[in-house]
């Protein structure tokens, strides 16, 4: 069993930065590939980034690439999201998941995911 926990949301203006945090219990983790998702309010949870489980193979949605940045430093059982440029529809509530399936290329496909966290808000203004 794995347990996440997000972290480092909060208010920020147009064109900030923030980097959010995922950590994570259980010996395994380190071979789960990764991924965040959000969700903004009256909408669905749509997919924002993946990491594979060594740390190379990435994978985007469009409307984050160039901006955010997934990442993971396994020792420490840690996943972050650096985000830069921030824009007011940015504004979601962030979830990190884990997929233990350790495939080649991670998915951007919730259902593959078997373990989320709380979530954590991020508040973009203008």
């Known amino acids: 069993q794995v347990q996440l926990v997000e972290s480092g949301g909060g208010l920020v203006q147009a064109g900030g930065s923030l980097r959010l945090s995922c950590a994570a219990s259980?010996?395994?983790?380190?071979?789960?590939?990764v991924g965040w998702f959000r969700q903004a309010p009256g909408k669905e949870r749509e997919f924002v980034a993946a990491l594979g489980w060594r740390g190379i193979s990435t994978y985007y949605a469009d409307s984050v690439k160039g901006r955010f940045t997934i990442s993971r430093d396994n020792p420490k059982n840690t996943v972050y999201l650096q985000m830069n440029s921030l824009k007011p529809e940015d504004t979601a509530v962030y979830y990190c998941a884990a997929d233990r399936r350790a495939t080649r290329y991670p998915s951007g496909a919730s259902r593959e995911y078997d373990y989320w966290g709380q979530g954590t808000q991020v508040t973009v203004s203008l």
């Open positions: 259980g010996r395994t983790f380190s071979s789960y590939n």
